[in-house]
């Protein structure tokens, strides 16, 4: 037993500690997440989408991490433009779905991990990202919808999740630099956990959509898929792109992909992307799924 975690420290891992083993890309589409609840997902519209996320729930069932830090954004259910806060972490034990004007989604209860959420709070704080606290909130599309990608419809979710929203709605949003650099503070807060826990990381949102105004239905694929290889293979040299060329390229919701940067911030330099898939369109957006490894 001493050898063989010894075997596993001198490969990098130690198991007494917490660790981030994967980052998860995907939209976070409302309209996914109806399809499945009402038993859609067999039409001829869906066929497409389904079976580009089937690869992603084997992996899911394969891989099975214990926690699921979920970055996603409320879209005016949880908060309003009374109070914008703009990184909230969920410290609470269990976070309802939420009422988005046609009753709550039939889908389980989502369950806290208050030790570490309180953990990863007071890591960040310390290392000067001042984030909101959040006991009590109901969790929207933005964080209900990836968890129906990745886990379909089970009786309860596989995971426990640690909700980590972030304001896109409202400008002034954080920079990608910013997000990055949280995500980066996200990974030292997940290692320095005392506790055998694997962890993923998701970047919910995007791709390119716009759903409002004169330029409503903005899609711009290869845009996109040349951020995406950046965001896995150079993160870096995205970290700078500024809300002005996020709206002109991949409309106005679009800026919502900062999120995955955040993601991405909480990986390795050394990454493998395992799973890739992307699908035009689905509702009025670009649809995108990467699943990137941690490499040992
Ligand atoms: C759609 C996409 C979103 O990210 C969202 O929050 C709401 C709607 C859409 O494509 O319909
Ligand atoms: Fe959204």
Redesign the pocket.
Known sequence: MAVARLMVIAAGVNKDMARIIAGIGT?????IGAAVDNGKTGEAYWQPLMNGIKPAREWMKNTRPDVCIIVYND?ASAFSLESISTFSIGVGDVFPPADEGYGPRKVPVVEGHSELAWHIAESLILDEFDMTMVNDMPVD??LTVPLTIMYDQPDAWPCKVIPLSVNVVQYPQPTGNRCYMLGKAIRRAVESFGDDLTVAVFGT?GMS?Q?QGERAGVINRDYDLKWLDKLVNDPESITGINHTEYMRETGS?GI?LIMWLIMRGAMAANINEVYRFDHVP????HYGLTILENRL
């Open positions: 939209s976070h589409i409302p309209a879209h599309h933005g949102g959509h759903l919701e919502e689905v509702s009025n957006t």
